[in-house]
Structure formats: structure tokens, C-alpha cells
């Protein structure tokens, strides 16, 4: 493929745990990538990484580094996104912002592909990709909404300790290896012990007792679905899982709609980006050990609550890394091209 | 302390991984035991087992063993219960089953002494222990619904796989040594592998896709708070934890009922059998890891739903082999004794 006449794109945060997942969504991604950079902090610098049959070289990320570049895709922490991403917006790049930095911002579109598609026509430079408990859960609810309405979401998640980093992924290895040789733990990427242990608590409390990973579930979601008084309840909980966030979620729908299990299965089969895995009989659902590695959302244990007529009960899985992240920052970036908001070069 | 003078105790499954820990709670228990039999299935017949500074012989388990015993605590599996627990009550003896065979037996009381300790009063030679889920839940939620009545739970648990005894433990030890190794784990207690996973069912599916766990829940909660019309939801899960089950409750308390933390977190501190660990300032929460060893049920990130006025949300953490199921058997035995139902000999 010549220069010209394809897109250039750049990953801001490269050598990171998501970084690492972008580049190989974009390797087995339709895009026409003529150029792909490589960027992450002075540290990194100097790393290489494959690239169809290509090696790269990691760049030093500097406001300089994104001139000619069409797509960013930034996930290096929300100060190096506030910090850069502006700056590549300024020299005409897009920017797939993979962290929390601007997802509340009235001005950057908060965008899951299979939900809010359209959102993407009203980007000034940045678009958002959402916290990856949330995209998974609006990508299963979205159908739900559009067929049925919903009235109320109450959602206990089950969290992978990727979605803290590669870092997070060794300490868990780490104090597993030392629990089991009945050695002290160490800790430091998280607030407790982690192996064989459950953590309530997912990024900063808040003033109103709430942590930020569980208000960023709720805003997030009225966000994407557009609408900002749906009844939406999270509790975050960081788990000895290495890849792979599932949710217990509860779901009234509209207060007439008394639909049966069938109904649910059959929509949610259809739906973009949905795989129903939901064999009682055969002890069929989804878990982080299938999801991992995976594209796509996956649900099970449907359910109807026995005393609501309109209540629900999904258990949603997915890779946190992938449709989490890295996957739906990809999927952002051909949505863009595909549907014509980025143009091709030549 | 004289033979003629005391109680005398049969545990049944005493070398399960419940059993063991009813013996060392009948260590620390102020019930006056003139003689402790520590019966078992054939194969574990000849072991030995520590009590008191004596040494106890395991016997095996029959009809003839409940012979001159006052209370029998059973911890078998439900079908050892279903058939000598009757035999055990024929002989005089009060049974106390940890097992799910008589729990919602009408004839059978189910009693959390902090909640239903009247019930026993009703015993007819068969005291049931609720499931492990159900204790710790129904303890911190008695309290709120005495003070400011209940509309509806929901709960998605967080259980530890010592629930299925003590080869679960080792089941999942060796597959997370297997995993760290890059080896293929070998599953044999739970239906897929559990290490760094999670299993979305715990027993049997029901003809209404809800798991037996989920049922027990629902149906035990309504059973033991007498209140047949309680609207409970319950999603059961296991994970790669040893020992300790949390659960994240949803709780909508009466319509009217608008009450402050403050309020909840004060009446909690008070109530029976709980300790509220709940300061996010210090990130101090419950935890499995903290909760092993202990009696206490342990409550924290408390708050307000955000959208219901009525709505609460709890983190309810205990040890599942002592509070929910060896300290509660040990409690309704002392309950029994402190309250007159078995009367002492001499």
C-alpha cells in the first residue's frame, strides 16, 4: 500500500496493557493504515513492536508527534490525554481518548459503535471511548431499551485486575505465588491484598460514598444512551481475575412490558456485538476465562425476577481489555472512516 | 467437669471441612460438655481429633451412635442427614442440621439466633441451619427491617469455594498452581475451572433457571423473617476465594422510609451478631481476607441509592464456615441450652 493513500495512525501509550491490545485490533482490522506510530513515555522509547511483518519503533509522545497523524488513539492516563490530546487535535488528528479525561465533557461524544454510532458526527477533535464495565453493559441493555424501554439498572460488577494495568496483572501473580508459599503479600498497585480476596472499592471515593468507577458506570451510561434520568445503581468489585469483567445486572423495563425469557434470547441474539451463552442444561454461560481474548459482549443466566412482572436478571461478560477497551477504540476508528466523518487520504 | 453433669454432643462430619471448624467453636463455646462424639463416614473411622486437651477417636456414624446424646450437630451432606438425623431425634438426641434437607420442611424451624431465636421453641427433634448466603444476609438486614421495614432485596454473592468443602479448597490450590505454570487445570468439584475465573452457578439449576443456591436464598430469607411475601432476588457466584462469601445488597426499605447513612450505620453498630467496617475515607471496608476466622458479620460501603429514596446499598461480608454454618450451628446450641429447650442432666 502506498503512503498516500492510507490513514496514518498513531497509539499514545503503546507498551501499556491496552496499548498492546490496540495494536492488534489493528492488525486484524479492515482500516487501510498507511503509517502506524508508536508512542508512550520517554521510558518506553526505543522498544520496538510488529507490525504486519513491519517493525516499529516506540516515539517519544510529543505535541510534534502528531502532525499528518489522521487517528489517534490514546490510552497512556488521563493527564497524558489531557495534556496531549489536544494538542493532536489542534494538528487535525482524531483522537479515540481511552481515558476518563474528557468522557464527561458536553463537547466529546461518548461513543460505543453499537449504541450511539451517530454520536461520533458531533466530535470537535476528541471522542471518547467509555470505562470498559460500562460499554459492556450498554452494549447488552441497548436492545433491552429499544424494545421494551428500561426503567431501573441495579448492577454489581465482577472486575478483572487488568483493567488496572500490566502492573495490576503481576501483582496478582505475585501475592498469588506468595499466598501459596504461606509467605506475607505484597501490596501496591492496589489499596488491599487482592489473591484470594474481593475489593470493593474500584478508583477514588467520592463525597457521596460512592466510588468513581461506580458514578463513571452511571453518568456513562445516561451519557451513551442519551438519556439522563434513567435509574441506574452500580456497586464496583475488583476481583483475583486476571482478564475477563463480568456483572450481575438487574433490569426493570418499562412498567407493562412482561416479556418471557425467549423473547430476551432471541433479541439479544440478534444484537450487534451480543453473544448469548445461555444453556442451563448443559451449565452454559459466560465466564472471563471463555471471554478473554474475545470481541464480543457475551450474556447469560436470563432470567426472569420472580416477583417483578417487568424485571430482568443478565449476567454480562466480556474482555476488558478488548470490547473494554482497546477493541471498541479500534471499532471507533473504522466507524469513523466507514462512515465517512475521517476521509482517506489520495 | 463431671459426665453426669454436662451435655452430651455428637458432631456428625467431624472431619469436613465445617465439622472441624464445629469443633473448635464448641472449643471456645461456654456449653457445658460432659462428652463430645466425633462421628464420620467409615473411611475417616480411626482418625483422631483434639478437643479440650483430650484425644477423640472418630467413629463411624449410625443409628445406635446418637445413643444417651443431647444435641447432634450434623454437617454430612443432606443425605446422611435425611436418614440418620431422624434416628438422631428418635434417640432424645436435638439435631442441629447444617445441610439443606429439612430447611423448608414446615415441621423444621430455620434459625439465625439474631433474627428467629423463638422458632426453637417449635422444634419437633430437627433444628435446621439456613445456607451460608442466607445467615450473613438476613443478620444485617433484620435490624433495618425491624427498624424501618423491607420492600425488596437484591442480592449478587461473592462466595468462597470452602461452601463446597474442603477438596474445593484444594481443588482450586492446584489449579492455581497449574495456571501459574502455564498448565492444563484439571476440574473435578466445580463444573469449570475456577482459578482466576468465575463460575456465574452455584448448585443445581432449577426448572425456572434460577440455581438451588439462588432458591435457597430467596425461599430461606422469606422463612426465617416470616415474611412469605418478601420480594428477594439473588444471583449466586463463586470465585477463586478460599474462605469468606460478600454479597452486594440492594435493599428498598419501607415507602416512606428516607433514612441518612448516619442513621443506618448507627443502628447497625448496634445490632446483634454485626460489626460495621465501613470508613472509605481509610479504604476500609470488608473483605474476605479480614473476615476469615471471625464470628461477626461485617457490613460496609453504605449508602444511599442515588434515584430511590428508599434505597440502600450494603457490602456484607462473613466467614461462610463459621457464622454461615459451624458458629450458627454452635449459637442454636447454646440458644437451646441458655434458653431452657435442653434442659441439662444432674
Known sequence: ??????????????TGAVGVQ??????????PIAELKLLAS?????QTREFKSQTIRVEEARPESFEGIDIALFSAGGAVSKQLAPEAAKRGAVVVD???????DPEVPLVVPEVNPEALREHKGIIANPNCSTIQMVVALEPLRQAYELNRVVVSTYQAVSGAGQSAINELTEQTKSVLKGEKTKTDKFPHQIAFNV????????????????????????KIMD????????????????????????VELGDDKDVSVDEVIELLSKA????VVDDPEHLSYPMPVDAAGKKEVFVGRIR????????LHLWIVSDNLLKGAAWNSVQIAETLVDSGIVKLKG
Open 1 to 14: 500500500m502506498n503512503k498516500q493513500q492510507g490513514l496514518n495512525v498513531a497509539i499514545v501509550g503503546a
Open 98 to 104: 481511552n481515558t476518563s479525561a474528557f468522557r464527561m
Open 304 to 311: 426472569k425476577d420472580l416477583d417483578v412482572k417487568n424485571g
Open 227 to 250: 438519556d439522563h434520568t434513567l435509574k441506574v445503581a452500580a456497586t464496583c468489585v475488583r476481583l483475583p481475575v486476571a482478564v475477563g469483567h463480568a456483572e450481575s445486572v438487574y
Open 22 to 31: 490496540m495494536l492488534k485490533m489493528l492488525e486484524g482490522s479492515t482500516l
Open 42 to 46: 520517554k521510558r518506553s522509547v526505543g
Open 272 to 275: 450487534p456485538g451480543v453473544t
Open 199 to 222: 475489593i470493593p472499592q474500584i478508583d477514588k471515593f467520592q463525597e457521596n460514598r460512592y466510588t468513581f468507577e461506580e458514578m463513571k458506570m452511571i453518568n456513562e451510561t445516561r
